[in-house]
T-cell receptor, first 113, second 115 residues
Framework: DQQVKQNSPSLSVQEGRISILNCDYT??????FLWYKKYPAEGPTFLIS?????DKNEDGRFTVFLNKSAKHLSLHIVPSQPGDSAVYFC????????????FGQGTRLTINP | GAGVSQSPSNKVTEKGKDVELRCDPI?????LYWYRQRLGQGLEFLIY????????KSGLPSDRFSAERTGESVSTLTIQRTQQEDSAVYLC?????????????FGPGTRLTVL
């Protein structure tokens, strides 16, 4: 049972344009969401997070949007840069329990010069 | 301040052998997690340690998997009688449990290959 889904395994975007990565979840108990970025041979790096009490959180070029009714979140990167090329994982946790993260399968983002 | 470190970075073993993976969390982080990532998959939770509480072992896939943590420092993940399906990258993460922010910081992982 995949509780967190990233339906696009890959995405290609031109440098300078907006990258939009999507994530859907099924568990209504999830109330905290994170995006991680992963380069090859490295561990995931925390990027940005959002609590369920908000619908938007912004940090520089990165913005995460949360639509609780649709159980959907998205990560916007603008403008996209070549260094943004990586695999992006969406993760979710519930305040009840051990704070373990449930991850999506990841989306490989490629920024083309 | 060093990040989370893991050793070895790569491990190749034969089916049926036991392996031990090590994680050194960020100093002062009270929570420690183990995940694994199979090829083409997302990260899969294995086990969680928080202070002196009993660990949450709900993600361990079989009784061949076990983990220990010494106080609030190093942790070892042991896989007994390895199988080919155990081949994966094993990732360790730690976090500072405060308020509602449980941001987890990951190590580089150990790539395990079972022949």
């Amino acid at each position: 049972d995949q509780q967190v889904k990233q339906n696009s395994p890959s995405l290609s975007v031109q440098e300078g344009r907006i990258s939009i990565l999507n994530c859907d979840y099924t568990n209504s108990m999830f109330d905290y969401f994170l995006w991680y970025k992963k380069y090859p041979a490295e561990g995931p790096t925390f990027l940005i997070s959002i609590s369920s009490i908000k619908d938007k959180n912004e940090d520089g070029r990165f913005t995460v949007f949360l639509n609780k009714s649709a159980k959907h979140l998205s990560l916007h990167i603008v403008p996209s840069q070549p260094g943004d090329s990586a695999v992006y994982f969406c993760a979710a946790s519930a305040s009840q329990g051990a704070q373990k993260l449930v991850f999506g399968q990841g989306t490989r983002l490629t920024i083309n010069p | 301040g060093a990040g989370v470190s893991q050793s070895p970075s790569n491990k190749v073993t034969e089916k049926g052998k036991d392996v031990e993976l090590r994680c050194d969390p960020i100093s002062g982080h009270t929570a420690l997690y183990w995940y694994r990532q199979r090829l083409g998959q997302g990260l899969e939770f294995l086990i969680y340690f928080q202070g002196n509480s009993a660990p949450d072992k709900s993600g361990l896939p079989s009784d061949r998997f076990s983990a220990e943590r010494t106080g609030e420092s190093v942790s070892t993940l042991t896989i007994q009688r390895t199988q080919q399906e155990d081949s994966a990258v094993y990732l360790c993460a730690s976090s500072l449990v405060s308020d509602r922010v449980y941001t987890q910081y990951f190590g580089p992982g150990t790539r395990l290959t079972v022949l």
